[in-house]
């Protein structure tokens, strides 16, 4: 009874110390597998990406970090059979979903002298869910600054040297006191910089900024996918301020004169305007008119042909006729003086009382009252003509009974020498009396 009380008194602090050893033990494997204990009961989301090198990278340790804001740790890090690292993620949920469809990742340092590094994932690409590897393309890898003034040449490392010296001679003469005045008088600058940001958020803060930042996006996107135009755009705007520099002088003359340019334009496109309104109106109506100038067209063109050698004569003809276009030039100026001297009264004259009198039919008074017709005085001279021609066409022995021809001379004009009308009948009448 007492050994076995003895036993149990042994057995019980050993039992407890090895209790309490292993609950030491496991609390020591809890805190060394901390973060990947956390990082499996984390709900999240898996993404890979392939880098040219692992660069340090501690499973469960390295951060993922999205705008510079962590959403996840690195989980593995393995060595693919191209030398390449392929990089297991574990992110937030729905950081995917925000990323893009081609996003990019890079390793950076925590520090400018390196160290510690972390995951920096870039959104890019169209709206959407990322695919589950981001492949080498899309990453990048640091470049530590041993490296940078490994390249650089020995001039630009003294060159370095010196300005750190002139740096530091700024600061120790005076430089300080201006930072730490600046320091001092930064917060006062905070509220008006916070007005600043605040209309930066435009007048729709929940959408303005997410747009503004969406189109920044998609035009980094164009410039990304689109590389060397912008180097050439850069290129044909130097090329352009060059320009501007040396004519100056004549943008500046020319920009002096646009007032009145601008107002004669205006005025000249005011009177285009109901030009164009008149064109509007006529284009129905000359519709047909150009549809079937098109087919005269096309039935012109071997007439034109044709007509080729004839107008290559008719050019040495003109040449021919400048002489006599030239005299012709002084006569058509002559015809036009009597044209004008027979323009008033005497057109007047003739369309007034002579057409009226000849229009008219003859009645006689006076001596010949009784005589005349009905018939217009043109008509009655028509058949007295034809009457005499009748006479004119007897003939006997000795010929035609009357001969002769109708003219004008000096004689038919009353008090004038030559046989008038009156001395013809009176020498009609007396041949009658000789041949009775």
């Known amino acids: 009874m007492a ?4 036993g149990r008194s042994i057995a019980t602090p050993f039992r407890l110390g090895l209790l309490a050893a292993l609950v030491a033990l496991g609390i020591g494997a809890a805190l060394f597998g901390k973060n990947q204990i956390l990082t499996m009961l984390t709900p999240g989301e898996s993404l890979a990406a392939e880098f ?3 660069y340090r990278l501690k ?10 804001v962590p959403v996840g740790v690195v989980t593995g890090v393995d060595r693919t059979d191209r030398g390449t690292a392929l990089v297991e993620l574990k992110v937030d949920r729905g950081t995917r979903g925000k990323l893009g469809t081609t996003p990019s990742a890079q390793i950076r340092p925590t520090t400018l002298l390196g160290g510690n590094y972390y995951v920096e994932l870039v959104p890019g690409g169209a709206p959407g869910e990322s695919g589950a590897v981001i492949p080498r393309e899309r990453t990048e890898v640091p470049v530590e600054l041993d490296k940078v003034a490994a390249a650089l040449q020995p001039d630009a490392l003294t060159g370095l040297q010196s300005s750190t010296r002139n740096l530091d001679g700024f600061l120790a003469g005076g430089g300080s006191a201006a930072l730490q005045d600046l320091a001092r008088t930064a917060p006062g600058t905070l509220g008006p910089a916070g007005g600043v940001l605040a209309a930066a958020r435009g007048t ?12 920044l996006e998609s035009t980094s996107r164009a410039l990304a996918e ?14 352009l301020s060059g320009v501007l520099d040396r004519r100056g002088g004549d943008i500046a003359a020319a920009l002096a004169d646009l007032p009145p340019t601008l107002q004669a334009t205006g005025t000249g496109l005011q009177r285009l305007d109901g030009t164009l309104a008149e064109l509007r109106d ?13 087919g005269l067209l096309e039935r012109v063109d071997p007439v034109l042909v044709e007509a080729r050698p004839v107008v290559n004569d008719l050019r040495s003809l003109l040449t021919d006729a400048r002489p006599l276009v030239d005299t012709l030039s002084p006569a058509s100026q002559d015809l036009t003086a009597v044209l004008d001297n027979l323009h008033g009264p005497v057109l007047d004259r003739v369309n007034g009382p002579i057409l009226q009198t000849v229009n008219s039919p003859y009645q006689g008074s006076g001596p010949y ?18 009457n005499v021609d009748n006479t004119a066409a007897m003939t006997e022995s000795n010929g035609a009974v009357i001969g002769f021809n109708p003219g004008v001379n000096g ?5 004038l020498p030559g046989v008038s009308l009156e001395q013809m009948f009176a020498n009609l009448a007396r041949f009658q009396e000789i041949g009775r």
């Open 411 to 415: 004689g038919t004009v009353a008090g």
């Open 282 to 294: 006529t284009a129905d109506v000359a519709v047909p008119v150009v549809e079937e100038l098109d």
């Open 3 to 6: 050994s076995t009380t003895k």
């Open 59 to 68: 499973t469960y340790v390295t951060k993922v970090k999205v705008s510079g």
């Open 369 to 386: 009252a009784g005589s005349g017709g009905d018939l217009p005085l043109y008509q009655e001279l028509g058949h007295m003509v034809t």
């Open 226 to 239: 689109n590389q060397g135009q912008l180097d050439d755009v850069v290129t044909g705007l130097d090329s």
């Open 204 to 215: 729709q803060p929940d959408t303005d900024l997410t747009e503004l930042v969406r189109g």
């Open 52 to 54: 040219g090198d692992q």
